[in-house]
């Protein structure tokens, strides 16, 4: 059974830093991309960063480009998303996922959108006081 499982969430401060991280299990997804998402209460599931199975290539959202840096280590089967100088508006549950898509297999073009991922983990909430 398939499992991508997050942790690393908490609270934290405006301006201060926080590392989450996904292990999968199950299986390994050689080849397909990975991505973060999250959800903000009322709103709708919105991109974060996806990051290829070829090392180096990476998609950030304009919301956290300069602030966040996705990675992976594809023999761990294990994804970050260290988050820098934290703002009030990235609280959210923050979700991992895997692209199986065909299209993106050994790909550096990088799928943004959720219906492109089938693989999701249960998420890890990330709050941002002030």
């Known amino acids: 059974q398939v499992q991508l499982v997050e942790s690393g969430g908490g609270l934290v401060q405006a301006g201060n830093s926080l590392r989450i991280s996904c292990a999968a299990s199950?299986?390994?997804?050689?080849?397909?991309?990975m991505a973060w998402f999250r959800q903000a209460p009322g709103k709708e599931r919105e991109f974060v960063a996806a990051i290829s199975w070829i090392v180096g290539t990476t998609r950030y959202a304009d919301s956290v480009k300069g602030r966040f840096t996705i990675s992976r280590d594809n023999a761990q089967n294990t994804l970050w998303l260290q988050m820098n100088s934290l703002k009030l508006e990235d609280t959210a549950v923050y979700y991992c996922a895997v692209s199986e898509l065909s299209l993106y297999y050994m790909s550096t073009i990088l799928p943004n959108r959720p219906n492109q991922y089938g693989y999701w983990g249960q998420g890890t909430q990330v709050t941002v006081s002030s």
């Open positions: 199950g299986r390994t997804f050689s080849g397909y991309p």
